[in-house]
């Protein structure tokens, strides 16, 4: 878009800001028990006239998904919007509202904009969980009913204001990025074209359901399983990557609460918060949750079922791939694994994908010795992926050390520091054709 257009987007825009203030202003003297001026009142009439030229011609609002919106939403976006850029307005709806907070209620909204009931329910099914304004991702919600909180969306935000994109604030999950792509994948063949048929999924399931008549299905779910280090989340950010979307990571125990009502409240404040956005989800350590169910002995056991039962049915609703990873396949109840479209076991890596692993873990421009046998390392000890990540940093940071290429005594220490790590009872048999290469000055009474 030229420069010109996005000067005229920015004004057509800031016509909408000035009415929001107007009507605040006129608010103002009705809570002073006083009329509006002549003067104000035809502010606001000008300000009406130009916001329904401009909303027919060339409108910022045009950058957004609107087809199809009526007036209303977009009135109720210029309320949310506004305070976020226009320090009048965030004043004036802090007083109003008598709270700190700038952004409006519905309740409020239905003051400023005098909206009749037939509106107002209209502006209530707008702002529902599956209301356009939420769906498409352009505002976010907090709370229910009248004083549902309406708050603007970071990348609208940043979209229409030209401000840098902030971050997604998502309750109970945190922002994962990691530079990896499909070529990083090491992984066997038979899960990477399931991980291609997941994402054959998410680009195609719309043709499916709005072309061919098929029935929504929502997700999808996937269940990522295989011991620590295997590649699950490495395998979602992938994912998250080759789609260009963010990947968010949950916290179930960050979610998950003692009070009744407060874990099924804590779930929909997720979900909300990223319904209509370009977001993969990952549940960690799901198999904490959905493990076997045995005979309900009291109310907390009846409860918890209540709140697996709730998180399954969000998950299925959601319009949005989720990934859910667990260390402990086997302690999943069936119930629960019949109702993912997909299930990854994520093997511990054979020889050769060890090797294609270490070749791609060990610093790209790092000097290698003449004598470093890869293979040889590769068919030595059976890493996982994230243990040969940790040995071969290790393995680097000493070479750097002694400003030296890599070599096998320094790759063959950097496994003895990961298999000290991840067992008590290490023993330098355990390194195999690598023993020979470990110093034995690092070596303890009870290793040996």
Known sequence: MSVIAEMVISSNLATEWKRIEILCLCLLESRADREPSDKLIKQLQDAQHQVEF?????SGWHKLSIEGLPDLALDMLACVYAPAINPNVALMLQDLQQTSNIYPTLAFIHRLLALNDEEYLSAQQLTGRLGLLVSRGLLLVEGDGPLLQLKPHPA??????????QPLSIPGAVHITIDAGWDDLIIPPSQRRMLTEYLHWIHYADKVVNEWGGRAAGGPIAL???????????????????????LYRVDLGTLISKYIGETEKNLNALFDAVQ?????????????????RGEIKDARDRYANMEVSHLLSRIELHQGPCILTTNL????????QRRFHF????????SRERLALWQKLLPPLAPLSENLDLPLVAEAVALSGGEIRNAANHAAILAAAESVPINLEHITVGVWRVLQKSDGQTRTNQLRHLANYLPKEIISAEDI
């Not at 401009?54 to 060339?58: A, N, V």
């Not at 299930?343 to 054979?350: G, I, S, W």
């Open 156 to 165: 609208v935000l940043a979209l229409i204001s030209g401000l840098p994109a």
């Open 343 to 350: 299930v990854l076991t994520f093997p511990r890596p054979e």
């Open 224 to 246: 990522f399983s295989g011991p620590s280090g295997t590649g699950k989340t490495f395998a979602a950010s992938v994912i998250a990557n080759k789609l260009g979307w963010s």
């Open 54 to 58: 401009l909303r027919k011609e060339l």
């Open 276 to 292: 209509g956005q370009k977001i993969l989800l990952q549940f960690d350590e799901v198999d904490a949750l959905m493990g076997k």
């Open 329 to 336: 396949r086997k302690q999943i109840d069936q119930a629960f």
